[in-house]
């Protein structure tokens, strides 16, 4: 009898993956598989342990009655404490301590409490299993704050009834404004205030290299003598490098050839879907080792002060283990921005990180070629819901309230694109297997390992950061001997690298590991260093200028023609409008 033939392999795998590639889109990216997983580790474990159920119900019913005591009490007495040691910091204000406001903000809170006690410490759950199905719970709690809704949001009564709902006809009227751009795909970074060469990314300077992933910028020098070793920074591809050289009080570029030193940075090429097969090493080699080989072309025999930032630093990092292994010591130091080596602890961020998630993001990608800012946007926005997302949208929508345009939201409203196949194998590497922080990670076949790096480093952690929390990146203490000074700011992922001068109410903490010098953990680390009021960029520039070489130089060339690095365009480039 012959065999039925309706669908070949081939044809049975392309089937799956356009099915898979649909759900992924349809959930932004994320996994209900894994989401499904979760929940049935966690709710089946819960329900073979009579005993903590018993406890959760005492739980409960003990913080009704406190709740119900302190409403009535609350009413009494405007001093009355809740049975929430803590409220979620939008219901902090003046308006939130009246009755019956504080009321709604204790339950709010006492309610989370409890969901927490429920889903943490549940004997047999998998931690990662547990990590999700708490964030799921947060979310959702989140989203039924009382902030969030105009009859329990005693802010918003107040305004409707000073501005005689004024407020929520403009809020009405920006909703649908938003809708419109949505529908229309036309995002903030097309209706700015700030635009790149014009008033942002406006710092001198030429394009004097380029390939099919990097434009190198080399900026005008300030003063008639500079520092001889050049500074070389990588921002991270997930970003525009002008994030470094926003309007001319907030660039770092800018700061930095002020205070003499040469200054070169790379700027990205955004990807397209036929970039879908560029590999995380492309990104090395054509990226980090095009950029090194340019800049010590038109300073030879200089030692290059490289950074990093984010992503761009943990790729310096390997690109920087790479070259120790063979010899190559054109590094003069390493100063790290957020960065990470060891992801083994690396936040919130490990809850979008599985192999079920990855495979959905795959998917998504192998689609369209690449992944875009919409799904690492929401991600990341995803991490702090209640002030990146909720917050906003109260304000907007409900008090009326315009934000005033910066440079550093449009900025961030400028997204960039993840080829495929680097994205893939970079959540793989470093998130999933964590091979860079276990010495797996393999360039060129082998293994290397950022223990063989000998340059001193300098290593910035931010307080507020949910990309990178400071106390993964403070990891890289683990994995060096040489002398590495460790800096806390104040801040987050981005606000607190881009603090100039000029930015107020700034602090930060620092230490420096000498070699030799015991290990100490970040809690004591926090303790036994006093905070110092002020940006930590002038501290950083001492820095530098103490870990080069005190010689001052005639500014170099731009570009040097002969060796292959002529003057290819203007400051800000092409790649960077993409």
């Known amino acids: ?53 018993l406890l959760l119900a005492q739980s409960l019913i003990n913080k009704l009655r406190a709740l119900g005591v302190f409403g009535i009490a609350s009413l009494l007495n405007k001093d009355a404490e809740g049975p929430a040691s803590t409220t979620e910091r939008r219901m902090s204000g003046e308006a939130w301590q009246k009755w019956p ?44 704050s009382p902030a969030n809704f105009p009859l329990t949001n005693p802010e918003v009564l107040q305004a409707t009834r000073q501005e005689k709902g004024k407020n929520l006809f403009r809020g009405l009227k920006l909703f649908l404004k938003d809708q419109f751009n949505d529908v229309a795909n036309k995002g903030l970074a097309e209706n700015r205030e700030f635009k790149v060469g014009e008033n942002l990314g406006i710092t001198p300077g030429k394009v004097i290299f380029q390939n099919e992933l990097i434009e190198l910028i080399q900026y005008k020098p300030v003063n008639a003598k500079v520092n001889a070793e050049p500074v070389l920074i990588f921002p991270p ?28 940075i790379v700027s990205w090429r955004n990807p397209k879907a036929e970039d879908r097969d560029i590999s995380f090493d492309d990104y090395r080699t054509l990226g980090f080792m095009g950029a090194i080989d ?65 495979s959905f993001l795959e998917k998504v990608m192998w689609k369209q070629g690449y992944l875009g800012i919409e799904n690492m946007g929401g991600a990341f926005s995803a991490l702090q819901a209640s002030d990146l997302i909720y917050a906003g949208a109260v304000n907007r929508y409900l008090l009326g309230n315009e934000s005033k345009p910066s440079d550093l939201m449009s900025w961030n409203a400028d997204g960039t694109r993840m080829p495929y ?18 010495n ?22 931010t307080e507020t950061d949910h990309v990178a929390p400071w106390k993964s990146v403070y990891k890289v203490h683990d994995f060096t001997h040489e002398e590495l000074t460790f800096l806390l700011t104040s801040g987050g992922h981005n606000a607190g690298v881009v603090s100039g001068p000029e930015h107020p109410r700034r602090r930060y903490r620092v230490h420096t ?46 570009g040097a023609s002969r060796k292959g690095y002529k003057v290819l365009r203007d400051a800000p480039g092409e790649y960077v409008m993409g």
């Open 1 to 53: 009898m012959k065999n039925i033939e309706l669908l070949s392999e081939s044809g049975a795998e392309s089937l799956d993956q356009n099915f898979r590639a649909a759900l992924a889109k349809a959930s932004k990216g994320m996994s209900p598989l894994d989401l499904g997983l979760a929940y049935m580790d966690w709710a089946s474990h819960l329900s073979i342990s009579p005993g903590r159920r």
């Open 101 to 144: 406001f504080k009321v709604l903000a204790q339950a709010h809170q006492t309610s989370k409490d409890w969901w927490e006690e429920a889903i943490l410490g549940v004997d047999g759950v998998r931690e990662d299993h547990e990590i999700v199905v708490h964030a799921v719970a947060e979310h959702i709690l989140d989203l039924l």
């Open 237 to 264: 591809w997930i970003m525009k490098y002008y994030i470094l050289d926003l309007s001319p009080r907030n660039s770092m570029v800018k700061y930095l050839t002020e205070q003499g030193k040469t200054v070169f």
């Open 294 to 358: 340019a800049v010590s072309g038109i300073c030879p025999k200089r030692k290059i002060n490289a950074v990093g930032y984010c992503l761009g630093g943990t790729m310096l990092l390997i690109a920087a283990a790479a070259m120790a292994r063979e010899n190559d010591d054109r590094l003069g130091s390493i100063s790290l921005f957020a960065a990470q080596v060891d992801f083994s602890e690396a936040g919130d961020i490990l809850r979008f990180i599985s192999p079920s998630q990855i």
């Open 421 to 438: 196949k680097m994205h893939s194998q970079y959540l793989t590497a470093l998130y999933l297997e964590n091979q860079l922080g276990r």
């Open 440 to 461: 797996k990670f393999e360039v060129d076949g082998r293994p290397i390992a950022v223990s063989d790096i000998r340059v001193p480093l300098f290593v910035l952690g």
């Open 513 to 558: 590991r000498k070699p030799g010098d015991n290990y100490v953990d970040p809690g004591r680390w926090m303790e036994d260093n006093e905070p110092v009021q002020g940006s930590w960029w002038p501290y950083w520039d001492k820095w530098l200028n103490d870990h080069s070489s005190k010689v001052q130089v005639k500014p170099p060339s731009m």
